[in-house]
């Protein structure tokens, strides 16, 4: 079976966070995006992997939107 899941990456000066909304505790980090990414795909198959079949059936992942805000400050 396979799942189309949202995943978050969050970069800053010490490396790439991620993680997957949908599966809640899936999280990861690595130093680049490619790794953090990499590393995401290989927690959700082995988050997916601990889940009951009728939590796997109730299993609907949200689309989620982002870009970016330019607020001014006084």
């Not at 949202?6 to 680049?32: M, N, R, S, W």
């Not at 490619?34 to 109730?58: I, Q, S, V």
Request: aromatic share 6%; proline share 4%; hydrophobic share 40%.
């Amino acid at each position: 079976m396979t799942f189309k899941l949202t995943a978050i990456l969050e970069q800053d000066k010490d490396g790439v966070f991620a993680y997957c909304p949908d599966l809640k505790g899936c999280h990861t980090q690595g130093d680049t995006v490619e790794e953090a990414l990499a590393n995401l795909r290989e927690a959700a198959e082995l988050y997916l992997e601990t889940m009951k079949p009728a939590e796997l059936r109730r299993l609907k992942p949200k689309t989620i939107l982002a870009t970016s805000l330019e607020v001014a400050s006084a």
